[in-house]
């Protein structure tokens, strides 16, 4: 009895380990062996080496989801990251409605991606949603067809992105010019430091630790994207709009070509760690202290 | 404005125009921002009651001159998703038949789990408590292949129970996540106390624990029915046509090739599949946000 009670917190926390183990580093092996060997509609499990990769860096279509991954992470993360500090310096400045406005913001968070993406399908595309209105206010000649011009279509996924986003943003960051101490501030302000000074010099320095958490938290959406260019491009026009996410899918599951999808999964994976795993560490590394 | 700012200097009045004019500029920018954030859901709101003549005619941003409830009835029970055309209700029903109990399951385990990496620890419980977390950040991509099958020998492939077990497996990492970091608030010396009259590790989980935990209860499952409701990748790789949730019948509503485009329908379909999260949102905004952040900043 005495046994049982000294091992029941290990034998509650047994299943759910056992779960994390195989379905999360059994899952993360099996990819990886795969993403070694010839696999085509089938797995196979007789290593060749890296051609997979090889491959996967001659494809062109590749190329143009890693590029866009660039595009698209450095705008929406540098977009919302800059609305998103800006808002909350705004809502700072004891906004008698702020409880409400910080409810509008923050509401696409709760969207999912489907949505947002199926909202911004209509307002951007050219025939009926904002070029038409614009063409409408007596401005002819104005063009906004982005959606469809291959080179275009990836900032579209930014703006749609950064809309859904950018709240979620400043609620962070708020929550961060709330927890600068205010002996400080005020200390400051009897100085007669004006106030742009006061957040430039004093209070957005002190909120490093929240700058980090909210690119971790972007980039790692970046990374993820796949419902949004789904919804709203499909990927196209061709596969202008690909992100590796959607690359990865197309391989797997309309190309049937197990290999390649492995292979890009785990490149997604080894961007996905080089960013949170240090992060992560430092983390965890100074809870225990 | 130049022109004030630079002879303010002790002058009291200038002073006070001054700021009732930034005053002003402040709460029209933020006006500015609100409607940026509302535009969508009001263009959504205004096509779904309009019908298609108008829109083809009319100006996005206009308001309906006719409204109709048309699209709605249409989305709700008779738009085409592929070859099937029952609206988006029976995935709407899928969608509930999925989360609830995927919300259940995982808000469940997450407390337990949570419980006795906060308060019983043994020699590795702090490595388990890591490799949860990092599992919570993989790109779900990786596992998605092996993932499908494994499905198929469990025999569970295209089934609402196996998305049910493939929601409740990923999102262990983050419902014990929360747990534990509202459980190690709790001091260590009730747990403690209550050891030494007796009490052994299910009666300190019940009777002391539980009664404490309503706060991250909700926080939790706000997290994982927003999460659960709202994905699409697991969705659209591990159903097949009868089983889908919502959000993959709204894409497929949306980006059906046949026909002519309605997008009346399709907003209302977007609208439709947005309001139980939204609902959460406005009723409990507050433990949504509080999620949010816990799930980012502490993980």
Sequence with gaps: MAWLEKHVPKMVLAPSFAVILFFVYGFIGWTAWVSLTRSRLLPRYDIVGFIQYQRLFDSPRWDTAISNLFIFGFLFIVISMFLGLFLAILLDQKIRTEGMLRTIYLYPMALSLIVTGTAWKWILNPGLGIEAVVRGWGFENFRFD???????????????????????VMALFLAGLRSVDDEIIKAAQVDGIPTLRIYS??????????????????????????????????????????????????????????????????????????IVVPYLYSELRAKND | MTDITSENTGRPLAHAVRNILLRWLLLALLGLFALYYLMPLFVMLTTSLKSLEEIRTGSLVALPREVTFDAWAKAWSGACTGIQCEGVRPFFWNSILLAVPAVFLSTLFGAVNGYVIAHWRFRGSNLIFSLMLFGCFIPFQVVLLPMARVLGIMGLAGTIPGLI?????????????????????????????????????????????????????????????????????FGVSFSQSGTQPVTVALNNIVNSTTGVKEYNVDMAAAIIAALPTMLVYVIAGKYFIRGLTAGSVKG
């Design chain 1, 201 to 274: 010099a004093i209070i957005i320095p002190s909120m490093a630790p929240i700058f980090l958490s909210a690119f971790i938290v972007l980039a790692h959406l970046a990374i993820k994207s796949f419902d949004l260019v789904i919804a709203l491009t499909g990927g196209g026009p061709g596969y202008a709009t690909d992100l590796p996410a959607t690359y990865m899918y197309a391989l797997a599951f309309s190309r049937g070509d197990i290999g390649q999808a492995a292979s890009s999964a785990m490149v997604m994976m080894m961007v996905v760690f080089a």
């Design chain 1, 146 to 168: 982005w959606l469809i011009n291959p080179d275009y279509a990836i900032y579209t996924i930014v703006i749609a992105g950064v809309w859904q986003a950018s709240g979620f």
């Design chain 2, 165 to 233: 077990f493939v929601h409740v497996v990923y999102g262990l990492g983050f419902t014990t996540l929360f747990f534990r970091n509202y459980y190690v608030t709790i001091p260590q010396e009730l747990v403690k106390a209550a050891k030494i009259d007796g009490a052994g590790f299910f009666r300190i989980f019940w009777s002391i624990f539980l009664p404490l935990s309503l706060p991250i209860v909700v926080v939790t499952v706000i997290w994982q029915f927003t999460q659960i409701w709202n994905d699409f990748l």
